[in-house]
């Protein structure tokens, strides 16, 4: 069955960086937007960035900050999220997802169970 694996989360200061990585298997992934949403407490969940063939898209509040990047070449497909200059307020759980087309929403076909980030001031 189809499986997304989220790993790298953990506890940093503020200014720190971390990377995520999402292992993806159990189907072709090559016409699926992959990505990462998060949600903070008491927030709601919101997009952080995805990629497709077409190329990456990152919210505005993590643009310059954060670099997503995808590696297709095994049958496992791996999707990493490089997260710089933390910030208090990047402090959620990350979900990996998946999304047949070139855009991903909250409507995504394919979740994972989240790993948690959070960062101290």
């Known amino acids: 069955q189809v499986q997304l694996v989220e790993s790298g989360g953990g506890l940093v200061q503020a200014g720190g960086s971390l990377r995520l990585s999402c292992a993806a298997s159990?189907?072709?992934?090559?016409?699926?937007?992959m990505g990462w949403f998060r949600q903070g407490p008491g927030k709601e969940r919101e997009f952080v960035a995805s990629?497709?063939?077409?190329?990456?898209?990152?919210a505005d509040s993590v643009k310059g900050r954060f670099t997503i990047s995808r590696d297709n070449a095994k049958n496992t497909v791996m999707v990493y999220l490089q997260m710089n200059s933390l910030n208090p307020e990047d402090t959620a759980v990350y979900y990996c997802?998946?999304?047949?087309?070139?855009?991903?929403?909250?409507?995504?076909?394919?979740w994972g169970q989240g790993t948690q980030v959070t960062i101290s001031s």
């Open positions: 990629i497709s063939w077409r190329g990456a898209d990152y």
């Open positions: 997802a998946a999304e047949h087309g070139v855009r991903l929403g909250v409507s995504a076909d394919y």
């Open positions: 159990g189907r072709s992934f090559s016409t699926y937007a």
